[in-house]
């Protein structure tokens, strides 16, 4: 098998993007998403009217990510898709979409598990990025995720930390919820929170034991803190509006790096990198790079487009996986609580 010319075209379909992604030898040819607008009036992702909309969008989306690559079908070697984990409804899309094309092709079908996907997006070939080095500590952080893994080697990974609750990009959509801002709220939090005082307001942080993480009791505290404020103040959010921001996003960033902190510690190991929705966030940028500073880590933050759900990063895993010739057979399922 040649490792010198490999077409590999990646599918992604676990939540609210299709996403489809032509990769040539590592390196991306195209990636293309269409984002689903329709959630936004319901302030969350709706799992039937995903599932829907997958079904509309992936044929011209695969359609589109080939024709942008200047690839044909025929070129392809093998096509990879997210077997979970993720909305059941929107798995089953890409997952049968793929195995038919593989069929059709007679070509191999690999399965993705879409949180190495975010993880092994650091190893898709762009210039001028460095990719971290064996073994590093992965924190993925995103409206459905929120993950420490130490990264052993491509597919050698231990989850150390997650959430027992929400991710924490629902606990910046929740809090804007609750402060009145559109979805998902975490840009405009995030944008707000620069022109704020982030220790206006103090939310204490929550205690839970080793590297695992809680959200569910900060979106609380910040319910309570409001409803008690907008009683005295009918005017209190709009008045307060950047430092309200600006201090839910400090505490948020505070109980990331807390956690990382200790992961680092615990293992000794100093290269961290980040992925999810949430890595967008200029506070937790900052953060990072303060770290590199104050614990003398190394960090490594993708481009914004391999960060958010996308399918260069199941192609990117795609790819890893046809290297080493491990593929799916076609009685395959979906899996909507895959593990790593
Ligand atoms: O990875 P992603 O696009 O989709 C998944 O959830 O898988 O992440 C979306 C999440 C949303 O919760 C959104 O509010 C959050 O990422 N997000 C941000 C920022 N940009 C996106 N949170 C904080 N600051 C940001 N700049
Ligand atoms: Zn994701």
């Known amino acids: 098998m040649s490792s010198q010319n490999i077409y590999i075209l990646g599918i992604e379909s676990s ?5 489809a992604s032509v990769m040539h030898n590592g390196k991306i040819l195209s990636n293309v998403i269409a984002n689903q607008k329709i959630h936004e009036e319901y302030g969350g992702v709706v799992p039937e009217l995903a599932s829907r909309a997958h079904q509309q969008n992936i044929v011209p989306v695969v359609h589109q990510a080939l024709k942008k690559a200047n690839v044909t079908k025929e070129q392809l070697n093998a096509i990879a898709f997210t077997r979970g984990p993720g909305l059941m409804g929107s798995l089953l899309v890409g997952t049968s979409f793929a195995k ?4 059709g092709l007679d070509i191999p079908l690999i399965d993705v598990n879409h949180m190495q996907g975010h993880i092994l997006a650091h190893f898709i070939d762009e210039e001028g990025y460095e990719k971290p080095p064996l073994p590093f500590l992965a924190m993925t952080i995103s409206g459905g995720h ?4 130490k990264v052993n080697d491509y597919f050698d990974m231990d989850v150390i930390g997650e959430t027992i609750d929400d991710a924490v990009g629902e606990a910046f959509d929740k809090s804007g919820k609750i402060l009145g801002l559109g979805y998902p709220a975490g840009p405009e939090i995030d944008k707000r929170a620069k022109l704020g005082n982030p220790k206006a307001f103090k939310f204490t942080k929550p205690k839970v034991d080793g590297l695992n993480f809680s959200f569910s009791g900060l979106k609380t505290a910040i319910l309570y803190f409001v409803q008690k404020e907008t009683k005295a103040n009918p005017n209190f959010v709009e008045e307060n509006l950047n430092d309200i921001c600006a201090s839910i996003q400090h505490t948020i960033i505070g109980i990331l790096i807390d956690k990382l902190k ?9 290269h961290i990198a980040i992925g999810g929705g949430v890595s967008a966030n200029s506070g937790i940028r900052q953060a990072l790079k303060d770290g590199e500073k104050k614990f003398g880590w190394t960090t490594y933050v993708p ?3 391999f960060t958010t759900d996308n399918a260069a990063m199941i192609a990117i895993v795609g790819h890893l996986k046809y290297l080493q010739e491990d593929f799916a057979e076609q009685d395959v399922v979906a899996s909507a609580r895959l593990k790593i």
């Open 146 to 149: 929120t993950q420490i893994v």
């Open 15 to 19: 939540c609210d993007d299709t996403a």
């Open 262 to 270: 200790k992961a680092s510690k615990e293992t000794g190991i100093k």
């Open 100 to 103: 038919s094309l593989a069929y």
């Open 303 to 305: 481009k914004f487009e």
